[in-house]
């Protein structure tokens, strides 16, 4: 059943969806070599035909009816480029029971629903891929199931969010305090007018449970990754870093071992010497590390209209060369590993603490004191003047290995001290 | 004709070979999971079954006479690890006329005779996979072929040596000439005692022209690639490349444009901006700049037992996936572009220039007047003292970009004049 040519519906006519009719039109000659099919892109579902387009496209194309296209026989696959969860859920459902294959860009709902629909995909005999969803022009999730076909993936740290990448190395690089940053940020339209889905960290949380799911074989939920954003950090923060080799980043950490699995996104030092520290700007990063093969990183544009619909279209090529293949139906994830998540007991990594407290003697001993009851020690510790007329001095620590949960018991127990003024800071360090 | 296990011969049983062993042992949970069959390693061509091995393998299974393996009807998979061009060519000649599949991480053979392997592959409807053979635990060949399906990649830049890039690295960081540095990495095991194809840019080279026949969808050779290594790099270079912003690497480059394609590989100056400035070590990395997605980088580590023998088992993968969906024999990469190979005078980047002069009136006035004769400019200067006592001056240049032919001219020029005594250095600049 070699077709010749293949029809695509597109949803969605934002940047995305504008930059794959672009690619489709600019890369046929291309794209017909390799698939041996041309690819015609019949109709474009928008709200609006009517309004100013960056890119013209005949009027008879543009629907505003869903169902013109999900009920179309004609059309073999739907590109999904509309983004949030509804409608866009119903119509790839829709899509898929009509024994349609679909490609998304679509994070928030592959996070929250992608089990279900590679499930209902697979039923189907239908294609779903969604390469697209994490760090736009990066084929991370090609190089994840294919690439690491053969080793057991046991961590990933993935720069994952441009928006707070940007401003962390803005931040860093001219001194600017994050409302600054943010500000240039969306005069630049790297940040929404509501940041808060990218600068609160749920953006990365999604595309950590993404990569989580592929990377570890198990069904792992947006729900299921902890969350914690870059609203609070401050220059001084930055700077105390650097003194002492960090760089400040967001990081989605993944990792598992025979105790379980952790999934979490938070504002993390990572050491100069690790290559996710060099990654600056809107550019994304993931840090794969494989039990035999080692150390790996990806590097590209984690968004922008060219390099996403990079994605959907190299995704799209895999369908075609599916159905002429005839194997469309099984690019479903083998999910054989148990979803054990840890508690934080067992969550261990170095921490970095920056607090004030009272500039008397005996201070220092007590705290260690309390470090030595939670089985905390230290990696690095460093202390100078505060604010003398009240005679505080700041406090600098870098623990060695512990785990969460004694670092959050240490807190609650500075927090309750006379001695200890304000916790300033307390980051996770990795590298 | 879906298979319940799959036998493979394996051809060598050096350091590769010893990983793919040990991982096919270690994760054949996974892999059953993943391909629904069980592997297993059938026979092994060895030329000493006597010999001491780190890992110890039932002596039946090892064997001396190739054919015990090449015309042994239940061998499914043949996977090539012994290196060189005779006798594995032939071998696996033989192998795919038998119809078996071959995985071989032989980048020799792939760089020299890789066009014709493939197309003996494709008309024998056998598989043919190498990713083992370009960049060790990095996946760059799958991601080339199916990350950038959907787009055009004009430009690739590869750290692709790992014992040229630790020699470089180890010069740099610690100030000690080019001699010092590879006696470390030979006690090290990082570099032969002959060191001469990885220090000459021949390993690299090979690497080149296997990477851009992928990535250009043409068919390079070898012989294709221009080729200069390390020999002559000095520590005072690195020091003035410091200075200036720059990290001395040994890449190898592959551009493409409506006039043609060059691939070479030469000592270059990245931008200290540039990704790959950060790559240390043995580490390998391979810069992919496509028409569509701009800037991405691929990352990890370019040889070691394991990380080899992950690329090869990721093949293995890929093979019996094709053998249980009935696709095998269609992997070969479509080669539709023509090859035009650039001249010199095509060929246009940066170059940095250190050269002692007589330091007298005019010099540079000469010197710049040469320059505009070959429509070169300069994008930095700066002339320091040299040798007092003979009355000469450093100078050192940076241009804008410039033909290859016109700086070998300019090149020329400069050593006829009795201005200029020597020539220190000449590099490309690229970032």
Redesign the interface.
């Given at each position: 059943m070699r077709k010749k040519d293949v029809k695509i519906g597109l949803i969605g006519f934002g940047t995305v969806g504008t930059?794959v009719v672009r690619?489709v039109k600019s890369?046929q000659d291309?794209?017909l070599?390799?698939t041996g099919t041309t690819i015609q892109i019949e109709r474009i579902l928008v709200k609006d035909p009517l309004k100013n387009r960056p890119l013209s496209v005949e009027g008879k194309r543009l629907t505003t009816d869903p169902t013109a296209i999900l009920d179309d026989p004609n059309i073999d696959i739907i590109i999904e480029v509309m983004g949030g969860i509804e409608p866009a859920k119903s119509y790839i459902q829709r899509a898929l029971e009509k024994g349609k294959h679909v490609v998304t860009a679509n994070k928030d709902l592959m996070a929250l629903h992608g089990d279900e629909l590679l499930h209902l995909a697979e039923a189907s005999g239908c294609d779903l891929y969604y390469?697209a969803s994490v760090a736009g022009?990066?084929?991370i999730l090609?190089?994840i199931t294919?690439?690491?076909?053969?080793?057991?993936i046991t961590k990933m740290i993935g720069i994952v969010n441009g928006t707070t990448n940007y401003i962390l190395t803005k931040m860093s690089r001219e001194n600017v305090p994050f409302e600054r940053a943010l500000e240039e940020a969306q005069s630049f339209g790297y940040a929404e007018q509501d940041p808060s889905s990218d600068v609160d960290g749920l953006d990365a949380a999604r595309k950590m449970a993404i990569l989580a799911s592929l990377g570890f074989?198990t069904g792992m939920n947006v729900d299921d990754v902890t969350c914690k954003g870059i609203r609070n950090i401050t220059v001084d923060d930055l700077a105390y870093g650097k003194q002492l080799g960090y760089t400040m980043k967001l990081v989605g950490i993944a990792k598992r071992d025979e105790r379980g699995i952790e999934v979490g996104v938070e504002p993390t030092f990572v050491k100069d010497t690790h290559?996710l520290a060099?990654?600056n700007g809107v550019?994304n990063a993931i840090y794969v590390y494989?039990e035999?093969?080692?150390?790996?990183?990806?590097?590209?544009?984690g968004a922008?209209e060219?390099?996403t619909?990079?994605?959907?279209?190299?995704d799209?090529?895999?369908v075609v060369k599916n159905i002429q293949?005839g194997?469309t139906g099984?690019n479903k994830s083998?999910t054989?590993t148990e979803k054990i998540l840890k508690e934080d007991g067992d969550i261990y990594a170095n921490f970095f603490l920056r607090l004030i407290v009272q500039d008397k003697c005996g201070v220092l001993a007590k705290l260690a004191d309390w470090m030595a009851k939670e089985e905390i020690s230290l990696e690095k510790v460093f202390q100078k003047p505060y604010a003398t007329d009240k005679n505080e001095a700041e406090l600098i620590l870098v623990t060695h290995s512990a785990s969460k949960k004694s670092i959050e018991q240490l807190l609650s127990k500075l927090k309750q001290s006379d001695l200890i003024h304000e916790i300033k800071s307390c980051f996770r360090v990795e590298g």
């Open positions: 930059g690619l890369y291309d794209l070599k390799q390469e022009g990066v084929p090609k190089t294919d690439g690491f076909s053969s080793d057991r074989h290559p060099a990654v550019y494989g035999a093969v080692g150390e790996t990183m990806f590097y590209g544009p922008g060219l390099p619909a990079t994605a959907v279209l190299s799209l090529v895999t293949l194997i099984k083998h054989y």
